[in-house]
């Protein structure tokens, strides 16, 4: 079988073949992973009942795989009588993204196996539908080789094979997705910024070290250590960056948050001038370094310049799927997955089995957890939104967008990262940012007049703030209000001072004092019990009107329960924490969202008839000057995200 390697440009020709797409293997066994490497799944699933008769016979010779069967990342052993599915996550070949937004017409499956049996391929349609293509005896040691046509998958679908073993078993030595193709293969810079996650962030760059493949296309990995804990001094760095060499490059700045990291990692890769790419990868992630080598070579055939993300699995659950593609709603400006494709766990559910996963989902924006930008584009359309955190990335690829260059978030690219499920970014320093840097990019982007729903929908996350005692991120909110009707001129000067001011502001809010020892708070008491145990379900349509009256009436009239400031009410978890659960209450202790302490709520109508007034008047100052401040926000773009003005703001924060 052929090496599978990457064509650079001193081997390329006519007749050369790129690698598109190596089938891996768990790294070390990683069992937790295995059902995004192997499909085992035969279950129904979303499979239409055609597809369901199709596999049945198929399902009684399917078995687990053996962790011991994993003979190294490419080859793995199938069993007498066994058969394994590459119907995967990992290795399955995404055929119709391949077919929309690159070059590539056709396909070249190269199985290498040892030992007897028989490889199948598949291919599936938008609907999630298989259809046997081909199937092949093999024998001894052999090389099959498959041309498979993209042009069935306008929609949706995937390639993909089983092998079948005989009595005797056989065994995968490797295989690969190519395309024949001239071209040489683009280089890459890798940026990641990391504040006070050393451990993670060694664990990334040994990751790449480790990857010979990354390596040959590698020009640099940019570490932007922004924290007080530096990556340089965690045991084990040395030998690292001794064997990575001038592949690896720290930068100490001061902490300009991801936005001012990611922007440095991308002016250090345009100034130096080598890479077709920047990488931008999270440092709290585990990564899967074969992705990296696809978003490249997808890159590379790609019509004309375009940003490559990769998706996102839960760190701590990691076969569950939690961002596949991302898209804004523009009229209400709201960020999120596609409908139905969050948290989708292919230990339940395999590929094979999700139809909705066969189906082509194309992307407003991908996460900087891991995402490919052609350097091409950072020089045509500048660096990060100055925004310290939040909608930088969303914001990047609209702006790509409406300057012709589009955003694929590509099947088989991915790492795990801690899902959001386990942080309550909202209720802390961080919803400041979450409220300005959406209306940034909502007046900088949106197609409708005042920005469509926005303003509205901002004033009903006040309320609900508001409504459930959450007084101190509804604080950030107002002063992010402010700054928003200020203007762009110092986004670029809050970068190191907003968050040190914001931190600083939550000694004044009992609702942001989180404490970890569970017996910091008073035993909750209620001197008079509700005749009916409180709810966690939404009011329904019928009764929101009623109860709607009888909730303001309470939350900004009707006076606190004295006692309800020595003991709280009730203990809240904090998937129970809605806001129509803690309007009914005076006070409550509400768990955080990763279980590691908690806050006591108290209710303060004064706090919510003040800010509840001064949101609507910021609003309505909003609404009124709307128009010109999306003139002075566009016309200042080019500028606060030029490389010049960045380069001002690294050189007034160097860092310790």
């Known amino acids: 079988m052929p090496g599978i390697t990457t064509a650079r440009a001193e081997d390329a020709s006519p007749a050369a073949l790129r690698v598109l797409q190596r089938v891996v293997l768990p790294k070390d066994k990683d069992l937790d992973t295995l059902p995004l490497y192997i499909d085992s799944d035969t279950g129904k699933g979303g499979l239409d009942p055609e597809s369901r008769r199709q596999r049945a016979p198929i399902a009684a010779a399917v078995r687990k795989l053996h962790p011991e069967d994993i003979l190294s990342r ?37 199985v290498g196996t040892v030992g007897e049996g028989t490889v199948v391929v598949y291919k599936s349609n938008a609907r999630g539908a298989a259809q046997r293509v081909e199937s092949r005896q093999v024998t001894g040691t052999e090389s099959s080789v498959f041309n498979l046509t993209l042009a069935p998958f306008g929609d949706g679908g995937w390639y993909w094979f089983d092998l079948i073993a005989d009595s005797d078993g056989m065994r995968l030595e490797s295989a690969d997705w190519s395309a024949a193709s001239d071209k040489p293969a683009g280089s890459v810079t890798l940026g990641v910024t990391t504040f006070n996650r050393p451990d993670y962030c060694l664990n990334t760059i040994k ?46 700045q001061g902490n300009l948050g991801g936005s001012g990291g990611f922007a440095r990692n991308m002016s250090e890769a345009v100034k130096e001038g080598r890479s077709d790419y920047v990488m931008l990868l999270d440092d709290d992630i585990i990564v899967e370094t074969e992705g990296i080598l696809r978003a490249v070579a997808f890159a590379d055939m790609c019509r004309k310049p375009t940003i490559v993300g990769g998706h996102m699995f839960d760190m701590y659950n990691k076969s569950v799927l ?48 891991m995402c490919l930008i052609p350097t091409r584009i950072i020089r045509e359309i500048g660096l990060s939104l100055p925004v310290f955190i939040k909608w930088d990335d969303a914001e990047y690829s609209l702006r790509a967008r409406s300057m012709g260059y589009a955003t694929v978030s590509l099947p088989g690219a991915a790492v795990w990262h801690v899902s959001w499920a386990d942080k309550d970014d909202s209720v802390d320093w961080q919803a400041y940012f979450h409220e300005r840097n959406r209306l940034i990019a909502t007046l900088l982007h949106s197609p409708y007049a005042k920005g469509g729903r926005i303003l509205r929908e901002s004033m009903n996350t006040d309320v609900k703030h508001l409504f459930s005692m959450q007084y101190y991120p509804q604080k950030a909110r107002l002063m992010a209000l402010r700054d928003v009707l200020q203007g762009p001129e110092k986004l670029h000067e809050s970068l190191p001072a907003m968050m040190p001011k914001l931190r600083a502001l939550r000694s004044e809010f009992t609702d942001s004092v989180v404490k970890q020892d569970p ?56 998937q129970d924490s809605k806001w129509w659960v803690l309007s009914k209450l005076d006070s409550a202790v509400v768990s955080n969202a990763d279980g590691t302490g908690a806050s006591w709520y108290q209710r303060d109508p004064k706090k919510v008839r003040s800010m509840l007034a001064e949101a609507a008047g910021l609003k309505a100052q909003l609404f009124a000057e709307w128009e010109q401040l999306s003139a002075r926000y566009r016309e200042a773009l080019p500028d606060i995200t030029s490389m010049e003005s960045w380069q001002r703001t690294f050189d007034e924060n160097p860092g310790k």
């Open 322 to 369: 939690n961002a596949y593609a991302e898209v804004v709603n523009q009229y209400k400006f709201r960020w999120g997955p596609v409908e139905g494709l969050a948290n989708h766990d292919f230990a339940l559910e395999g590929l094979r089995s999700s139809s909705i996963l066969h189906r082509r989902w194309d992307a407003d924006y991908n996460g900087w957890w």
């Open 519 to 574: 017996g910091a708070f008073p035993d909750p008491h209620m001197r008079k019990p509700p005749k009916k145990p409180i709810s966690t379900k939404s009011p329904s349509l019928v009764s929101l009107v009623p109860w709607a009256a009888k909730t303001i009436l309470k939350q900004t009239l009707l006076p606190v329960a004295p006692e309800s400031r020595e003991n709280p009410q009730l203990v809240v978890a904090n």
């Open 74 to 110: 490419s080859s793995v052993r199938v069993r007498s009588g066994e058969r394994l599915s590459f119907g995967s996550y990992f290795n399955a070949f995404p055929a119709s993204y391949w077919r929309r937004w690159t070059t590539v017409e056709s396909v070249i499956l190269r």
């Open 207 to 252: 990751a790449i070290q480790s990857d010979a493949g990354v390596l040959e296309i590698l020009d640099e990995l940019i570490i932007v250590d922004q924290g007080n804990q530096k990556v340089a001094d965690e045991a084990g760095f040395d030998d690292v960056a001794k064997a990575m060499g001038s592949q690896l490059r720290i930068i100490i």
